[in-house]
Nanobody, 122 residues
Framework: QVQLVESGGGLVQAGGSLRLSCAAS????????MGWFRQAPGKEREFVAS??????YYADSVKGRFTISRDNAKNTVYLQMNSLKPEDTAIYYC?????????????????WGQGTQVTVSS
């Protein structure tokens, strides 16, 4: 059974940076698509970024500021977040896709981590 564990969240000042990590276990990591989503209180879950062997995809709201990457040897996917804004405050979730593509739809992800809190102060 696949397990995903996020880490690296915390409190940061606007303009600062954080790097989130997602450690995967119990499945084949290198060939599967991985994604990051986020959800703020009272808001809908929002796509952030995804990565596959074919490339990456980003939400317009984070494009140019966030970078998704993966280390297959460590079974880990990362989200480097720069130039953080208060609007980025949310719980960030790592997810594994049912496909090998860098998809954006929650329906296409079958495993989810527990989430890590990111809070950006103004």
């Amino acid at each position: 059974q696949v397990q995903l564990v996020e880490s690296g969240g915390g409190l940061v000042q606007a303009g600062g940076s954080l790097r989130l990590s997602c450690a995967a276990s119990g499945g084949s990591f290198s060939s599967i698509g991985m994604g990051w989503f986020r959800q703020a209180p009272g808001k809908e879950r929002e796509f952030v970024a995804s990565i596959s062997s074919s490339g990456t995809y980003y939400a317009d709201s984070v494009k140019g500021r966030f970078t998704i990457s993966r280390d297959n040897a460590k079974n880990t996917v990362y989200l480097q977040m720069n130039s953080l804004k208060p609007e980025d405050t949310a719980i960030y979730y790592c997810a594994q896709s049912t496909t090998m593509a860098a998809t954006t739809a929650p329906y296409e992800y079958n495993y989810w981590g527990q989430g890590t809190q990111v809070t950006v102060s103004s």
